[in-house]
């Protein structure tokens, strides 16, 4: 209990120093930056999270609850030459990670004026791919509650693009239709790992995405220590992904996205101790915005990841380790001026396909309900319970049932500087 | 066909099966005065219900060259909540439209329409001169940041013109008499074919005419979702 308030203490500390601190920078141009600290009351009675060194699928577990620091976020935003628009995003969660605080996201978007009705668009850097239709808000958080997706978690978790995207888009609406579209494709590397997380300890819902210099995990500690990291790149081989988009006016946009990290199963890290994952899902989402007030999101995957059998001692064999997933999601939002209101169901399946001994497989669902509050233009509440039902077999095999009923409820309070 | 409907644009073709109506509203008022005084119009807009129906462009054109009566002046088209308010705008051929950035974040608007190219660069708060039009024609404005963000201004070489209010009315006055082609038009106008209505009339001296423009169905439904502009999207 003690050691719990002291890392209390110590996160709202570095949060609350961090909040004060960001102000006295030196200032290029006070609206380019912006911080959010989110200090969380957290009731939870999971079973130990994936985070802490067990195999929870929450960010929060019976251990880890209490008053905790959501994030602290910090932003940057900047526009050159009127047509580059740079992006940076850090975050800082006060846990494990190995620096305090770390990218999540950092990029420059050359957007050139429409030519007739057509536009080209052009991203480097780090950055997000274009799946979710959830987190729309700075520092890719989602706008409807605190935790995404499982699907969106996943990519939060395991995905970066660290490299190019091209996006051509079609305008329509500038020439007196109703629809846009656009298509894109991106070329990038330091991907070789993804698949590591949800092949192990499986879906989750969370908050709390991967950093570009950061790991997620327990060092030690849990029955399944061990610190992952994702944006490595060991077989200099580059994925690629290619996707569409359709936008009826403001009321419907859909996306299609199929994704390859083309990485080579038979390329072993020394660092890592593991071969790499070749991981390839295709993804389709649809938010439909029916008026002021409401919002559907729908969003489905699915997709197979494998990788060369990881000992470390046995570099030269050739088994394969391979998985089947998918998982989908419905989410209803109702919106009333500083109100808004959101529920969500997920369904996700994770099977292993191929192995020469255990196979491991992650069956559930979970329900998402959050209210969220704008209090003023700089504070805001959010109030957040979660119930995950899962099956993961590996909780078996470290001497857990595999079964697991785990809920959370968070409330929130948000202050953006 | 009139310049103002030439653009590609789906809403604003027409086609042939776009009303068009002959009146001769004038020669029902004939009468009314010996002396030689312009003509009025009461111009209603109405729905399938018998109810106005508001924020209808209309313009009433001349067959025949009228006297000089140019007048153009500036029109604001500001920008508030990641919309252009108003979002549709009618001005006269030559006038300027000023484009004050209302928001917090900056906008960069432009049109690649014919009648009027031109794009301002990144700005907030109230930073170029009004933008001049002086081609008749529709002009759509984007904004490169945000594509939600659609205006449109409607340019016309007559000086008689105006948007419906609230009870669907718009009163013209003191248009010389001769033939004239009478335009309802609006971007989310979904009437047959998806162009504007028309009607054909006759005005006589010192007459007080009221056409009427019935909307054979209601205008298309644009959610502006106030709250889900708020954000940059991913």
């Known amino acids: ?417 | 066909m009139n310049r103002l409907l030439s653009p590609t644009s789906r809403n604003m073709r027409i086609n042939a099966t776009t009303r068009v109506a002959a009146a001769t509203l004038g020669a029902a008022a004939a009468g009314w005065g010996a002396s030689a005084v312009a003509a009025d119009l009461a111009v209603s807009v109405l729905d399938g219900a018998g109810h106005g129906v508001a924020g209808i462009v209309i313009i009433a054109e001349s067959d025949t060259a009228l006297p000089d009566k140019h007048t153009p002046h500036t029109a604001i088209m500001d920008q508030q909540h990641m919309q252009f308010v108003p979002r549709v705008l009618v001005v006269q051929t030559g006038s300027g439209v000023d484009f004050p950035n209302s928001d917090q974040i900056q906008h960069q608007v432009y049109s690649f329409s014919a009648p009027k190219t031109f794009k301002l660069s990144l700005y907030a708060g109230h930073k170029y001169p009004p933008v001049i039009f002086d081609r008749p024609g529709l002009v759509t404005l984007g904004c490169n940041i945000h594509d939600g963000m659609i205006g449109y201004i409607y340019v016309t070489d007559s000086p008689f013109f105006g948007r419906s209010d609230d009870s669907g009315q718009l009163q013209l006055h003191g248009l010389p008499a001769g033939n004239y082609t009478l335009t309802a038009a609006h971007p989310q106008m979904q009437e047959a074919g998806g162009g504007a209505l028309q009607l054909h009339l006759t005005l006589a001296d010192n007459t007080h005419a009221t056409p009427v423009f019935h909307l054979s169905r209601p205008l298309r439904a644009e959610p502006t979702h106030d709250g889900d502009r708020r954000w940059s999207d991913y």
Not at chain 1, 7 to 18: E, Y
Not at chain 1, 20 to 33: C, I, K, S
Not at chain 1, 115 to 144: D, H, M, Q
Not at chain 1, 316 to 330: I, L, N, Q
């Open chain 1, 1 to 417: 209990m003690v050691r719990l308030l002291t890392g209390t203490v110590r996160q709202a500390v570095l949060g609350a120093a961090l909040g004060v601190a960001l102000p006295t920078l030196p200032v290029m141009a006070a609206n380019d930056f912006y911080a959010i600290v989110d200090l969380r009351a957290v009731a939870a009675d999971g079973v130990r999270s994936f985070l802490n060194g067990g195999l929870g699928e929450l960010r929060f577990d019976d251990q880890h609850d209490g008053v905790r620091l959501g994030s602290v976020s910090i932003g940057y935003r900047h526009d050159f030459f009127d047509i580059v628009h740079f992006t940076a995003d850090a975050v800082a969660y006060g846990d494990h990670d190995r620096s305090p605080l770390d990218l999540t996201e950092i990029y420059a978007e050359v957007r050139p004026y429409p030519w007739n009705s057509w536009r080209s668009r052009l991203k480097l850097g780090v950055f997000y791919a274009p799946i979710s239709l959830e987190n729309r808000l700075p520092g890719w958080r989602s706008a409807y509650s605190l935790s995404p997706s499982a699907i969106n978690t996943w990519i939060g978790e395991e995905f970066r693009t660290i490299g190019a995207e091209y996006d051509l888009d079609w305008l329509g609406r500038q020439r007196g239709h109703d629809w846009e579209f656009g298509a894109m494709a991106a070329a990038y590397g330091w991907n070789d790992f993804s698949g590591t997380l949800l092949s192990t300890s499986g879906w989750a819902i969370h908050d709390r995405q991967t950093t570009l210099f950061g790991r997620i995990g327990e060092p030690d500690g849990g029955p399944v220590s061990g610190l992952r990291e994702f944006h490595r790149d060991d077989d200099q081989r580059l994925g690629y992904y290619l996707g569409g988009t359709a936008k009826y006016l403001d009321a419907l946009e859909l996306r299609v996205l199929h994704y390859d990290n083309r990485a080579n199963p038979n390329t072993f890290s020394y660092a890592l101790r593991g071969f790499a994952w070749r991981t390839k899902f295709n993804s389709a989402g649809v938010r439909w915005t029916p008026t002021d007030r409401w919002t559907v999101i729908a969003q489905w995957l699915a997709g197979t990841t494998l990788t060369g059998d990881s000992g470390f001692n046995d570099a030269e064999r050739t088994d394969y380790y391979g998985f089947e997933f998918h998982a989908a999601f419905v989410l209803v939002s109702w919106q009333r001026g500083a109100d808004r209101l959101s529920g969500r169901y997920d369904g996700f399946e994770m099977h292993q396909t191929q192995s020469d001994n255990f196979f491991n497989t992650d069956r559930g669902h979970a329900w998402t309900f959050a209210y969220q509050r704008e209090l003023n233009r700089s504070w805001s509440l959010v109030v957040e319970a979660l119930q995950i039902d899962s099956s993961l077999a590996l909780r078996g095999a470290i001497g857990e049932p595999t079964a697991a009923r785990e809920r959370e409820l968070q409330l929130a309070l948000r202050l953006r500087l």
